[in-house]
């Protein structure tokens, strides 16, 4: 009895893999306007930051602070950034649309951002330690004293949600998540944010990754027709 002829592979998706996806003007103009978006934002943040900080704004009781200690974790806590951010590039890199996905979020996390603080301005906890971010420093070094009424939401700990949002599969995704949990704390023993800061900023990073879905999702050209 002759053989059966094995099935021909299922061709894969534009967004699985770079060349096909390259090869999509919808995946290149997405790129290429978030890519703009994400240079107006390094062009406008440090005059945005400096106007928030020069704001006077409320000081907040939290009960939560007053259970931790206070000290110095700058080093720590970038490391935990910096090496989470190099992991998931390492994984979304492959990925080209999971990666559009990922810049798209975090641009809007950004402008959602930019609107919590102007919405909201606060003064920092009273035991603050400044954070010693050794990139951020350098791009936004605006004034002589550190930006510290970036408070609501928390930046540091929206990006870590993030980037778990971003990766696929348990094996990437816990450790990722856990390491959220690790940052938030850490800037909270430092006292750089409110731990109603910490605890939304999840909730921050889960609406850009959301909204970001709909602006990156490769649709196919029939629909802008129909």
């Given at each position: 009895m002759?053989?059966?002829?094995?099935?021909?592979?299922?061709?894969?998706?534009?967004?699985?893999?770079w060349p096909g996806a390259w090869a999509s003007p919808d995946f290149r103009g997405r790129l290429g306007l978030v890519g703009l978006g994400?240079?107006?934002?390094?062009e406008a943040a440090p005059r945005y930051f400096h106007f928030i900080q020069s704001r006077p704004g409320r000081l907040l009781a939290d009960p939560l602070l007053s259970l931790l200690p206070v000290h110095d974790e700058s080093t720590l806590t970038f490391g935990l950034i910096y090496g989470s951010i190099g992991a998931t590039l390492a994984f979304l890199l492959p990925r080209p649309q999971l990666l559009l996905r990922a810049f798209w979020a975090y641009f809007i996390l950004q402008l959602l951002r930019m609107f919590t603080l102007?919405?909201?301005?606060?003064?920092?906890?009273?035991?603050?330690v400044a954070l010693?971010?050794?990139?951020?420093?350098h791009l936004f070094a605006v004034t002589t004293q550190p930006v510290v009424r970036d408070?609501?939401?928390?930046?540091?700990t929206a990006t870590m949600a993030l980037?778990?949002?971003?990766?696929?599969g348990r094996r990437w995704r816990w450790p990722l998540a856990v390491l959220t949990g690790a940052v938030g704390t850490?800037?909270?023993?430092?006292?750089?944010?409110?731990?109603?800061?910490?605890?939304?900023?999840?909730l921050f990073a889960w609406l850009a990754y959301w909204l970001a879905e709909q602006v990156a999702r490769h649709r196919p050209p029939y629909k802008y027709f129909s």
């Amino acid at each position: 009895m002759p053989k059966a002829a094995a099935p021909a592979p299922a061709t894969l998706p534009p967004e699985q893999s770079w060349p096909g996806a390259w090869a999509s003007p919808d995946f290149r103009g997405r790129l290429g306007l978030v890519g703009l978006g994400l240079l107006g934002l390094l062009e406008a943040a440090p005059r945005y930051f400096h106007f928030i900080q020069s704001r006077p704004g409320r000081l907040l009781a939290d009960p939560l602070l007053s259970l931790l200690p206070v000290h110095d974790e700058s080093t720590l806590t970038f490391g935990l950034i910096y090496g989470s951010i190099g992991a998931t590039l390492a994984f979304l890199l492959p990925r080209p649309q999971l990666l559009l996905r990922a810049f798209w979020a975090y641009f809007i996390l950004q402008l959602l951002r930019m609107f919590t603080l102007w919405l909201l301005p606060l003064d920092p906890p009273l035991a603050l330690v400044a954070l010693h971010d050794p990139v951020v420093d350098h791009l936004f070094a605006v004034t002589t004293q550190p930006v510290v009424r970036d408070l609501f939401f928390s930046g540091h700990t929206a990006t870590m949600a993030l980037l778990a949002l971003a990766v696929r599969g348990r094996r990437w995704r816990w450790p990722l998540a856990v390491l959220t949990g690790a940052v938030g704390t850490l800037v909270l023993v430092q006292r750089v944010h409110y731990s109603y800061d910490v605890l939304a900023a999840p909730l921050f990073a889960w609406l850009a990754y959301w909204l970001a879905e709909q602006v990156a999702r490769h649709r196919p050209p029939y629909k802008y027709f129909s």
